[in-house]
């Protein structure tokens, strides 16, 4: 599993990456589908020229390999043939690739969610075609979907992320902000942050100690469900039936009394 993992980083390297200049959509999709599997990239996103250049640099080859600062990354590593013998080149790449070692897994789980809110792929078809498990790129979505752009945290990890998923945006701000600020270790008097398993230990001793009713959670569950995207992408007849339906029911409810 580290060995797909490690080639699925070199294929998607250096999109989406603060500080470097906007890329296209068609050089990130091509990046990170290889750029070599030209029947997989045409399928999804039509005829990409591979001589594309950017400002920062960025080029992709016709076997899928990125050129970068002056370096060329391939599946299997950075290729002893063409390496930079500048520092400064040597030292940007470097920022990248950490940067983009601890992003991957929402780079692409919002890069799924955007494809498929524009109908261009099926997340079963992209596992499928880049060796992936689906379930891996489901949990990379579901996690993207809802943990809100402006509440990720940048020092917690995808899995702290992950954790709080399931919760409203509120909550999930509360605990990831708790686990950011962590505890003061006692000998250096320094904040350190909590671990996936410290912050799965509080949340856990907190909603058992206030068990959700499945009325309750049920009715947080369809809340989190109605959202203005979703909403608008019903036919008109779909938004009068479930609006129809909803009213059914707090008219069911009012029918019963408040008393």
């Given at each position: 599993?580290?060995?797909?993992?490690?080639?699925?980083?070199?294929?998607?390297?250096?999109?989406?990456?603060?500080?470097?200049?906007?890329?296209?959509?068609?050089?990130?999709?091509?990046?990170?589908?290889?750029?070599?599997?030209?029947?997989?990239?045409?399928?999804?996103?039509?005829?990409?020229?591979?001589?594309?250049?950017?400002?920062?640099?960025?080029?992709?080859?016709d076997d899928g390999a990125i050129?970068?600062?002056?370096?060329?990354?391939?599946?299997?590593?950075?290729?002893?043939?063409?390496?930079?013998?500048?520092?400064?080149?040597?030292?940007?790449?470097?920022?990248?690739?950490?940067?983009?070692?601890?992003?991957?897994?929402?780079?692409?789980?919002?890069?799924?969610?955007?494809?498929?809110?524009?109908?261009?792929?099926?997340?079963?078809?992209?596992?499928?075609?880049?060796?992936?498990?689906?379930?891996?790129?489901?949990?990379?979505?579901?996690?993207?979907?809802?943990?809100?752009?402006?509440?990720?945290?940048?020092?917690?990890?995808?899995?702290?992320?992950?954790?709080?998923?399931?919760?409203?945006?509120?909550?999930?701000?509360?605990?990831?902000?708790?686990?950011?600020?962590?505890?003061?270790?006692?000998?250096?008097?320094?904040?350190?942050s909590w671990s996936i398993g410290?912050?799965?230990?509080?949340?856990?001793?907190?909603?058992?100690?206030?068990?959700?009713?499945?009325?309750?959670?049920?009715?947080?569950?369809?809340?989190?469900e109605i959202t203005k995207r979703?909403?608008?992408?019903?036919?008109?007849?779909?938004?009068?039936?479930?609006?129809?339906?909803?009213?059914?029911?707090?008219?069911?409810?009012?029918?019963?009394?408040?008393?």
């Amino acid at each position: 599993m580290s060995n797909r993992r490690n080639r699925d980083r070199d294929k998607g390297a250096l999109r989406n990456i603060k500080d470097l200049p906007r890329v296209s959509y068609e050089e990130a999709a091509n990046a990170t589908y290889g750029g070599g599997k030209s029947d997989v990239v045409n399928q999804w996103f039509g005829d990409i020229d591979p001589s594309t250049m950017t400002e920062s640099g960025i080029q992709i080859d016709d076997d899928g390999a990125i050129k970068a600062y002056d370096f060329r990354l391939t599946e299997v590593g950075l290729d002893p043939e063409n390496m930079s013998l500048d520092r400064e080149n040597w030292q940007q790449l470097g920022q990248v690739l950490f940067r983009f070692d601890k992003s991957i897994q929402w780079l692409i789980g919002d890069w799924l969610l955007y494809g498929e809110n524009n109908k261009w792929g099926e997340t079963q078809k992209i596992a499928d075609e880049m060796g992936y498990e689906v379930k891996t790129l489901y949990d990379f979505k579901y996690v993207a979907q809802h943990v809100n752009f402006s509440v990720r945290t940048e020092n917690l990890s995808f899995g702290h992320h992950k954790l709080v998923a399931k919760l409203d945006a509120q909550e999930q701000q509360f605990w990831l902000e708790k686990a950011a600020y962590g505890d003061v270790n006692e000998e250096t008097q320094l904040a350190q942050s909590w671990s996936i398993g410290r912050l799965r230990e509080e949340m856990k001793g907190k909603y058992n100690a206030e068990e959700e009713s499945t009325f309750d959670r049920n009715l947080r569950r369809i809340d989190k469900e109605i959202t203005k995207r979703k909403w608008q992408r019903l036919s008109p007849d779909e938004r009068l039936k479930r609006h129809q339906y909803l009213l059914s029911i707090l008219s069911r409810m009012e029918d019963w009394g408040f008393d």
